[in-house]
């Protein structure tokens, strides 16, 4: 593990859903992990193993059922919604699957928008960031085109620096390649590794290709609801 501080620790994350109902279905069982700052790491399993869930729950999208989660020393259990949504919004960073652009915003405008949620403006410091990103990713000449402009490669290029827009200190990463091409799939993949190791970002990637989780510093593996390997 690497030397820096913790950045997430979770322990006894349990979680159900439909505990209203006659036959709940625990999905999480017990999990305890941590992750360091600077670390790189591949969180890997079976199809319906529980990761999204475990990844959601890291990202604050959803709350366990039980347990302790703490992210950047903060326990989020004592969190309101409000400080939940503050602490998920400068903290943590996203890339999806797919890669969920908005539409009718350019390539520049997509990427300040972390920024302009935080901010309630579009400044000049959250467009020279993001001019910046886009030109670290490839993209510099593509700041005004739209997504339906770009190729998936691309896309999700522009996702990745729209994830670092606010320099989160822990970067959540669910399929990141799994849409692109082999080629595709590996720049996106050193991109993150490239962030990784400027920033100390701390960097937590589901994925099912086992050549990309074999370059991670670690694999945490999860077998129906519970690790198994970490």
Do not use: W
Request: glycine share 10%; with cysteine; hydrophobic share 45%.
């Amino acid at each position: 593990m690497n030397a820096g501080g913790t950045i997430v620790e979770l322990q006894g994350i349990c979680k159900s859903y439909g505990l209203d109902t006659p036959v709940a279905t625990q999905v999480l069982h017990g999990i305890d992990a941590r992750l360091a700052e600077g670390e790189f790491v591949a969180l890997v399993g079976p199809s319906g193993s529980g990761k999204s869930t475990l990844l959601n729950i890291i990202g604050l999208l959803e709350r366990p059922t039980s347990g302790r989660l703490s992210i950047a020393g903060r326990d989020t259990a004592a969190l309101g919604e409000a400080d939940l949504t503050e602490l998920r919004g400068r903290t943590i960073g996203f890339v999806f699957q797919f890669h969920h652009l908005l539409p009718g915003f350019t390539a520049l405008e997509n990427v300040m928008m972390p920024a302009i949620i935080d901010r309630g403006l579009a400044d000049a410091q959250a467009e020279a960031r993001a001019r910046e990103l886009l030109a670290h990713v490839g993209l510099a000449g593509a700041e005004r085109k739209k997504p339906s402009q770009l190729s998936g490669g691309m896309q999700q290029r522009v996702a990745v620096a729209r994830a670092l827009a606010l320099s989160p200190r822990l970067i959540l990463a669910d399929e990141p390649t799994g849409n692109l091409d082999t080629k595709s799939a590996e720049a996106i993949f050193d991109l993150l590794l490239q962030f990784n190791r400027e920033m100390r970002s701390a960097c937590l990637i589901v994925t099912h290709d086992p050549r990309l989780a074999a370059r991670c510093q670690r694999r945490i593996e999860i077998v129906d609801g519970r690790i198994v390997g970490a």
